[in-house]
């Protein structure tokens, strides 16, 4: 069966750092392309980040370019994102996703998909 964790999230102060991970079971990863999605309450399920599956090529929605890092260790089944400078705006329930279909980096076209976990940013 396969699985997809998120954990890192929390309740943190504008300016601050999280790290959220991804863990990766039932299968590898190691040859997919993964990413990162949040869903703000109210609002629709958005693209954050996206990155290959050799980590060559990453993506970003233009509102987290220069503040976010995604990273994947394959060894591990891991994925990473590393949100700096983080701003109330980003307040979202965080889902990483697996197996990318189709030729879009900033499609939700993912065969599968994690739980999600939270991210609160107070100001």
């Known amino acids: 069966q396969v699985q997809l964790v998120e954990s890192g999230g929390g309740l943190v102060q504008a300016g601050d750092s999280l790290r959220l991970s991804c863990a990766a079971s039932?299968?590898?990863?190691?040859?997919?392309?993964m990413g990162w999605f949040r869903q703000a309450p109210g609002k629709e399920r958005e693209f954050v980040a996206a990155i290959s599956w050799s980590g060559g090529l990453t993506f970003y929605t233009d509102s987290v370019k220069g503040r976010f890092t995604i990273s994947r260790d394959n060894a591990k089944n891991m994925m990473y994102l590393q949100m700096n400078s983080l701003k109330p705006e980003d307040t979202a329930v965080y889902y990483c996703a697996a197996g990318k279909k189709g030729s879009s980096w900033y499609s939700p076209a993912y065969d599968y998909w994690g739980q999600g976990t939270q991210v609160t940013v107070s100001s």
């Open positions: 039932g299968r590898t990863f190691s040859r997919d392309a």
